[in-house]
C-alpha cells in the first residue's frame, strides 16, 4: 500500500514539474485546474519543488474575472544548473551549454579533423570542464549528452561508418570525468526530438526528421515518442538499395551513394574537374546557372522525394521535416523536392524544412539530458522557441 502512495506520488510531481515546465509562468490553481489535481496536492509538491530549487516563485499574476486575491506565480528556475551537449562529427565537434529551461547559454564549433576516439573523449573532457569553470554557480553541471553519426543502443554505439570507437563506452568514460549522468543518441533522433520538443511541442503526435549531411538517416516519432527499433536501428534508411536494371545481387548502391551532400559534392567535383569543392560553393554555382551542377542538384532533388515518398507510405506521419543544409543554403529546392513527390490521396503530408538545422541536434541533446535529470517522460516537455538571432548565432 505504501508502495502503491509512493508510485503515485512521483506520478503526480512528474506531471507538475512538466506542467510548470511547459506553461510557465502559472499559478497552482490552474495547475490544479489543468491537472484535476487536488488543490493541497499540487501546493504540497510545489512547496518541495520550491525547496529543492527548481520552482520559483516570480510576482503576482492577474486575478480571475470573479475577482478575489491574485495568485503567485510560479515557474522553472532556469539557473537550477546547466548541460553540455556535444555533436562528434566526422571531423568536428560541436558543443553547446543550455540552461535546465533549455535556453542557450554558449555554442561553439571545433574543426578537429580526423582524430582517434581517444583523442575525441580528450577533447570533449578538457573542452567541457573549462566551460564548467566559466559557468554560472547553480547546482553546476547537471548532465551530458552526445550525439552520435551511427547507430546508438542502450546509451552504447553499434556503429559507425566515419569513426572506429574500438569498443570504448563512451558513456561510462564521460561519466567518471565528469561525475553527472551521460546519454548518447543518433543524431538524426535528436534532430527529430528537437522538432518534437521546441518547434511542434504537442501540435504533431507523428512525425519523420530525415537529415541529409555526409550520410542519411531519419529520426521517428510515433504517438510523441522516439521510435528507435529493437536494435536501434530504425532510421537508418540511407542503407536503402536501388537496383539499376540488369544490376545482380551485391551489385547495388546505396541511396545515399546517389544523394547524401558527400556524393553530391564528388559527382560534382568529378563533372566539373573543379578541386576543393565545398558545400559553400554549391550555392554561387547554383546561382551561376552551372548547366551541370543545377542537374546534379535536380536529381538530388528527385532522390530525395523518393525518400521523402517511401517514408510516407511506410509511416504516414503528419509531417515530414528535411534537415539539410544543401536545402538550407537553396530554399526553392525545397518547392522542387514537393513537386517531385507523388500522392495517394488528396490529403498531402506535410513536408517542411528544418529551422535552425545547425543547432537542432545539440538542442535535441539537451532535450534529452534535461529530461533524465528531471525524471520526466520524454516527449511531455514543451521547450521555449528559439530566437537564434537574439544569440548572435
Known sequence: METSKSLVRELNRRRVLEEVFSKGPISRSQVSKNLKLNK?????????????????????GDSSSRGGRKPTMLMLNANFGYV????????????????????????????????SIEERLDFIDITGHQLTAQAPVGHGLLGVSVAIHGIVHEN????????????????????????????????????????????????????????????IGAGIIIKNRLYTGIRGEAGEIGHSL?????????????????????????????????????????????????????????????????????????????KVVLN???????????????????????DKTQVELLKNSRYAILLGGASIIIGNILRVTQGDLNFAKIDLSDLGL
Do not use: W
Not at 561525475?179 to 522538432?195: D, G, K, R, T
Open 40 to 60: 493541497v496536492t499540487v501546493s504540497e509538491i510545489v512547496a518541495e519543488l520550491i525547496d529543492e530549487e527548481l520552482f520559483e516563485e516570480l510576482g503576482r
Open 84 to 115: 553540455l551537449s556535444f555533436d562528434m562529427g566526422f571531423n568536428y565537434i560541436d558543443v553547446m551549454m543550455n540552461r535546465i529551461d533549455g535556453s542557450i547559454i554558449s555554442f561553439a564549433h571545433h574543426r578537429v579533423g580526423e582524430i
Open 156 to 215: 552504447q554505439v553499434l556503429y559507425t561508418p566515419y569513426i572506429d570507437f574500438k569498443d570504448i563506452d563512451v558513456a561510462k568514460v564521460l561519466t567518471e570525468r565528469f561525475q553527472v549522468p551521460v546519454l548518447l543518441q543518433n543524431e538524426a533522433n535528436l534532430s527529430a526530438i528537437y522538432q518534437r520538443d521546441f518547434e511542434s511541442q504537442s501540435e504533431v503526435d507523428n512525425l519523420v526528421c530525415i537529415s541529409i549531411h555526409k550520410g
Open 242 to 318: 536501388i537496383y539499376d536494371k540488369g544490376q545482380k545481387k551485391g551489385e547495388a548502391k546505396s541511396i545515399e551513394s546517389y544523394c547524401s551532400e558527400d556524393a553530391i559534392l564528388k559527382r560534382i567535383a568529378d563533372s566539373t574537374a573543379i578541386e576543393n569543392l565545398h558545400r559553400d560553393d554549391l550555392k554561387q554555382l547554383y546561382n551561376d546557372d552551372n548547366v551541370i551542377v543545377r542537374n546534379i542538384i535536380d536529381e538530388f532533388c528527385f532522390y530525395t522525394a523518393s525518400i521523402v515518398y517511401n517514408t510516407i507510405v511506410a509511416l504516414d506521419p503528419e
Open 324 to 346: 539539410s543544409n544543401l536545402i538550407a543554403d537553396i530554399p526553392e529546392l525545397l518547392d522542387t523536392i514537393r513537386n517531385y513527390i507523388p500522392s495517394l490521396t488528396k
